[in-house]
């Protein structure tokens, strides 16, 4: 159905498209934590992963596509960037060192650091609200589940146990539960989206279907949660929708002809940022919680995925 190279193994949401080689990079050479025209006024920043350089490194930008710039330097795949809470640091995926490892870095690309260690695929972070763990999924155990690792590497602990492929966990905004989504039978296209408490206990599915409801996203007020899933309607064609956090009143945001997915928040939770190949490849759009004021921040032949919104607007 969904005509993809999967990036890591069977993962679930990783599938963003391996192959295109365009590097016409429109990356604007800028300081890390400038904020050239925006006249002082408080914005939003997106991390998110692009191969416009070669390769998939991570990039910064504004969130209205100014100030692009790259982060990382390294011939490996990096991707999947997530902010602390407090956006002085981006956790990101890459096999730099032969398997796909989380690592760390101040949101310069500075003081770059292994976080996991381990054979399997360690993959799709998230950063607690108290900016003290990361969630993340693994294959450690023989399929994916969701684990959690504390910031100062004093201990991982699994969440959850099942024969389901859990993947891209986020964080309710007041720390104590993790919505994220849950292939329930291997190979089927029914995937579901599920919430836990952090102590891996209450899991509760929110909604089951067979149009690939996934990467969930919780808003900043706790009250939505965004996600991507076919449309419905017999066509394969993802769309960005939101339902409320216990399930109820779904509804779609985008109403393209084409793949819309990986949504992500901004922080006053007004706008979303998603990505899409309206256009012909992969590029970063942010669009308002009520489907208007669509706007492409990206436009650059290479593929332009995975944003990731900062949770603080910075100056
Ligand atoms: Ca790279
Ligand atoms: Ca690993
Ligand atoms: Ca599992
Ligand atoms: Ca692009």
């Given at each position: 159905m969904i005509v993809r190279a999967l990036f890591v193994l069977v993962g679930i949401s990783s599938a963003f498209l391996l192959g295109r080689a365009g590097v016409d990079g429109n990356s604007v050479a800028q300081p890390a934590g400038t904020v050239e025209g925006r006249d002082g006024t408080a914005g939003?920043?997106?991390?998110?992963?692009?191969?416009?350089?070669?390769?998939?490194e991570i990039y910064v930008m504004r969130d209205d596509g100014g100030g692009q710039?790259?982060?990382?330097?390294?011939?490996?795949?990096?991707?999947?960037?997530?902010?602390?809470p407090n956006g002085k640091q981006i956790a990101f995926v890459s096999d730099r060192d032969g398997n796909y490892e989380i690592y760390l870095m101040d949101a310069d690309g500075s003081n770059l650091r292994r976080f996991t260690d381990h054979p399997a695929v360690d993959n799709e972070?998230?950063?607690?609200?108290?900016?003290t763990q990361i969630a993340f999924t693994s294959y450690r155990d023989?399929?994916?589940?969701?684990?959690?690792?504390?910031?100062?590497?004093?201990?991982?602990?699994?969440?959850?146990?099942?024969?389901?492929?859990?993947g891209r966990p986020s964080w309710s905004p007041d720390g104590s539960q993790l919505v994220f989504h849950a292939r329930t039978r291997r190979g089927s296209?029914?995937?579901?989206?599920?919430?836990?408490?952090?102590?891996?206990?209450?899991?509760?599915e929110l909604s089951v279907s067979e149009d690939?409801?996934?990467d969930p996203a919780w808003s900043p007020d706790g009250n939505l949660i965004a996600f991507n899933a076919l449309r419905g309607d017999g066509?394969?064609?993802?769309?960005?929708?939101?339902?409320?956090?216990?399930?109820?009143?779904?509804?779609?945001?985008?109403?393209?002809?084409?793949?819309?997915?990986?949504?992500?928040?901004?922080?006053?939770g007004a706008k979303i940022a998603f990505e899409s190949d309206?256009?012909?490849n992969e590029e970063i759009f942010t669009i308002d919680v009520d489907g208007t004021n669509l706007r492409r921040l990206t436009q650059n032949s290479a593929d332009d995925t995975q944003p990731s919104y900062c949770p603080v607007f910075t100056l």
């Open positions: 939003g920043m997106i991390a998110f992963t692009s191969d416009r350089d070669g390769n998939h710039r790259r982060l990382t330097h390294h011939d490996a795949a990096d991707f999947w960037p997530t902010w602390s972070p998230a950063w607690s609200p108290d900016g023989g399929n994916y589940d969701i684990y959690l690792k504390r910031i100062d590497g004093s201990g991982t602990t699994r969440l959850t146990d099942s024969a389901a492929e859990e296209s029914t995937i579901a989206i599920c919430t836990m408490n952090v102590d891996s206990s209450g899991r509760r690939g409801d996934s066509s394969i064609n993802i769309d960005i929708f939101v339902m409320n956090a216990d399930g109820s009143g779904r509804r779609r945001i985008t109403e393209y002809e084409d793949h819309d997915e990986y949504p992500t928040w901004s922080p006053d309206l256009d012909g």
